[in-house]
């Protein structure tokens, strides 16, 4: 069968639509080169339907991320990637049509998942480096992924299917969810955002009391979730022997996340548990020891860290430049790099440190 005469997975999420939204005809956008004939967007098709509750909403949902038409992977469990993403954004009464920048970005999330081969999960985020609405003076820099709360998974005829709902949040909210989890700060903030609405001209949840106070009972409870972080600026430079004296080995890492790690150190290695950094060219092992120690081999940096050693570096983990060197960490400095902060032409537009 031919893929226009087989869509099958196609109806199966459409059907889950209709099950809302009745006899609504949505908004759609469709892709007229698809991207294995070399065209730009990787999704076959967007569409958007008016939601009035809990308030005016656009409700987005890609097609393209699960198998739309034949089955082509061997997992006959799984639908493609496994996943749909929705996107729900607030609507004002006059709007007819969804914002481009939100189609644009999800066609982005498609141009990521189609390359990296990377898939997106309930309890996932990330950052933007910049407003998720380019231009724009919103505080949302970053994006969480939880389950859509209208859409469970389904089964089609290949294979399952979840409806994974992107939800716009701040810088702040951001580094919440490292040093604590994604979907416990968003079950505290949901009084506040229901359906997980984004909002561009929202403030930080974290402004809200029982927020704030929620985040931090669950990071002195709970500890970090976050057991890797993948980290652009990092790397690692052999200590030289001289004449007189030897140079130190030198761990790099960029001024945006040294204070974030620094945190992280708190939530894992104090909870007992292990932290990786993953860099371009090294990786680097933050574990729980009695003693202080390290070890390279191999691209692989393995750091045993005490309590007096997690509250010393984690004191010093700033986001500026700095040489940092620990009397208990002999031989190895960790170096703070300025980040540059550019735009998709590759101009900068924010340094940090």
């Known amino acids: 069968m031919s893929e226009e005469n087989n869509t099958s997975g196609w109806d199966a999420i459409e059907q889950q639509l209709t099950n809302i939204y009745g006899e609504q005809e949505p908004k759609h956008y469709g892709t007229l080169l698809p991207f294995m004939l070399g065209g730009q967007d990787p999704l076959d098709g967007i569409s958007a339907y008016k939601s009035e509750t809990p308030v005016p909403h656009w409700h987005v949902v890609t097609y393209g991320f699960s198998e739309l038409y034949e089955k082509e992977t061997e997992d006959a469990e799984i639908s493609g990637y496994g996943f749909e993403l929705t996107f729900r954004l607030a609507r004002s009464p006059e709007e007819e049509e969804p914002p481009a920048w939100a189609l644009n970005l999800l066609q982005n999330m498609g141009r990521y998942v189609f390359k990296s081969g990377n898939v997106f999960r309930s309890g996932d985020y990330l950052d933007a480096n910049g407003p998720i609405c380019l231009g724009s003076d919103t505080l949302l820099t970053a994006l969480a992924f939880v389950h859509d709360p209208e859409l469970p998974a389904i089964e089609t005829p290949n294979g399952r299917v979840e409806f994974i709902q992107m939800v716009g949040i701040t810088k702040d909210e951001l ?179």
Do not use: C
């Not at 430079?237 to 790099?252: I, S, Y």
């Open 175 to 353: 580094e919440s969810m490292q040093t604590w989890n994604t979907l416990g700060v968003l079950a505290a903030g949901l009084p506040y955002m229901p359906q997980y609405i984004t909002d561009l001209g929202r403030e930080s949840l974290l402004k809200m009391p029982a927020v704030a106070e929620a985040v931090e009972k669950g990071m002195e409870e709970d500890g970090s979730n976050t057991g890797f972080l993948y980290v652009d600026q990092l790397s690692w430079t052999p200590g030289k022997k001289g004449l007189f004296r030897t140079a130190p080995a030198v761990l790099g890492l960029g001024a945006k996340q040294a204070g974030i790690v620094g945190k992280l150190l708190r939530g894992r290695i104090l909870k007992g548990k292990s932290l990786t950094l993953v860099g371009p060219e090294v990786r680097v092992v933050l574990e729980p020891g009695e003693q202080a120690a390290a070890a390279f081999e191999d691209g692989e940096l393995r750091i045993s860290l005490n309590e007096q050693t997690v509250t010393e570096l984690s004191r010093n983990l700033l986001p500026k430049e700095n040489m940092i060197e620990l009397p208990a960490l002999k031989n190895i400095a960790i170096q703070i790099l300025k980040t540059h902060i550019k735009d998709q032409d590759g101009n900068v537009v924010e340094t940090i440190g």
